[in-house]
């Protein structure tokens, strides 16, 4: 099946720094990828839906200045978490949809990164 | 707009017994349906999923799902739990461009 890889896979920083999450598309192209925000022992929370060569869409209450979405290949996106504070720590996972694909195609899932902020 | 109830947040079975995870669905159009598994530390894995068609879906390692829309369900199922099926499992609707989740279940495999 497809293959999503997401970099780094764990990551520490301190209070006040930014940290860049990459989600990579191994076999695949990917028109639209998602980015998803898990707390311990609950679901999956989608922060943002990013198409190739456009703006990414923010759901709610998720800031678009604090969450920088670039979507600049059909294999590659990072979100960017500016001044991470310890309330951004979390798991970060991302997913991607191939070119071709609607609603009823997979997403496939990367493995997930885990920022802690000190 | 979509979204999925997931009943029992954590479920039990015994080696060998019948795994039964629920799920129900609102969805204002025919909706794609899926079951995805979720080990600890890693990102989600497809089980099955449902766009059109046979409304019995098989998936991977045994698991088994089918739509009912009268019921607005889509439940998991595996004749014969394994340890190795110890995880947290999420049902997902997914309507337009995006996927909603459920709450997710914890299922626990006793030896």
């Known amino acids: 099946g497809a293959v999503v890889s997401q970099h780094p896979s764990r990551v520490i920083c301190k209070s006040g720094t930014s940290v860049k999450i990459e989600c990579r598309s191994l076999?695949?192209?990917?028109?639209?990828m998602f980015w998803y925000r898990q707390f311990p022992k609950q679901s999956l929370m989608l922060m943002a839906t990013s198409n190739e060569g456009s703006k990414a869409t923010y759901e709610q209450g998720v800031e678009k200045d604090k969450f920088l979405i670039n979507h600049a290949s059909l294999t590659l996106s990072t979100l960017t978490v500016t001044s991470a504070h310890p309330e951004d720590s979390s798991f970060y996972i991302c997913s991607a949809r191939a070119a071709s694909g609607g609603a009823g195609e997979t997403q496939y899932f990367g493995p997930g990164t885990r920022l802690l902020v000190l | 707009a979509q979204s999925v109830t997931q009943l029992g947040s954590h479920v039990s079975v015994s080696e060998g017994a019948l795994v039964l995870l629920r799920c129900n669905y609102s969805?204002?159009?025919?909706?794609?349906l899926f079951w995805y598994v979720q080990y600890p530390n890693q990102g989600l894995q497809l089980l099955l999923k449902?766009?059109?068609?046979?409304?019995l879906v098989k998936g991977i390692n045994g698991f088994e799902a089918e739509f009912k829309k009268s019921e607005t369900s889509f439940h998991l199922t595996k004749p014969s739990a394994h340890m190795s099926d110890a995880a947290e499992y999420f049902c997902?609707?997914?309507?337009?461009?995006?996927?909603?989740f459920g709450a997710g279940t914890r299922l626990t495999v006793k030896p």
């Open positions: 997902a609707v997914s309507e337009m461009s995006d996927m909603r």
């Open positions: 969805s204002s159009v025919p909706p794609y």
């Open positions: 449902y766009t059109t068609g046979a409304t």
């Open positions: 076999d695949f192209q990917a028109t639209t």
